[in-house]
């Protein structure tokens, strides 16, 4: 599997990221420290499904955003705010990259899928696991970084 365009747009989110300047979010979005633990909590489960796929398990991959906003809040109070989040997000990312790098044929492998972002994505089914990770380079990270941008706009 090809990782340089994931790769890249993890470097645009980090850099914004890092650049903070963020305003609170509107209509019950999620805010600047959310998103980003959204990401990395998301990381982290994306690379146990690739360490399974690597490994012949079987695996289900769920990333249902509304219902984790305890989650994220006692993410963000665990590591210290954004800076905090801003070094998990890069050791998660690079390290799924990392793996992503070993899946060579299986990523091919069938794993059950369920994405929920908004209305922009919606994933129901078993999809290559190389496809999901594509969809989350494409679509997925493309759509926080739309909405750290917008927090921008607001602060």
């Not at 989110?13 to 300047?21: I, K, M, N, R, Y």
């Not at 990401?39 to 990333?63: C, F, H, K, Q, R």
């Not at 190389?130 to 739309?146: E, F, I, K, Y």
Request: aromatic content about 6%.
């Amino acid at each position: 599997m090809e990782t340089a365009e994931l790769r890249r747009t993890y470097d645009v989110l980090l850099a914004e990221v890092e650049a903070g300047g963020f305003g609170p979010p509107r209509d019950g979005g999620l805010s600047a420290e959310q998103i980003v633990a959204h990401l990395a909590v998301n990381d982290e489960l994306m690379s146990e499904a690739t360490e399974a796929v690597i490994a012949g398990s079987p695996y289900a991959y769920y990333d249902l955003e509304d219902i984790h906003r305890p989650q994220l809040d006692a993410v963000v109070v665990q590591h210290g705010g954004l800076a905090g989040l801003v070094t998990l997000f890069g050791e998660t990312s690079r390290r799924l990259c990392a793996l992503a790098d070993q899946l060579g044929p299986a990523a091919r492998t069938l794993v059950e899928t369920h994405l929920r972002e908004g209305f922009e994505l919606r994933v129901d089914e078993a999809l290559p696991w190389g496809r999901t990770l594509d969809l989350h380079g494409r679509v997925h990270l493309p759509l926080h970084l739309a909405e750290l941008r917008a927090l921008r706009a607001t602060g």
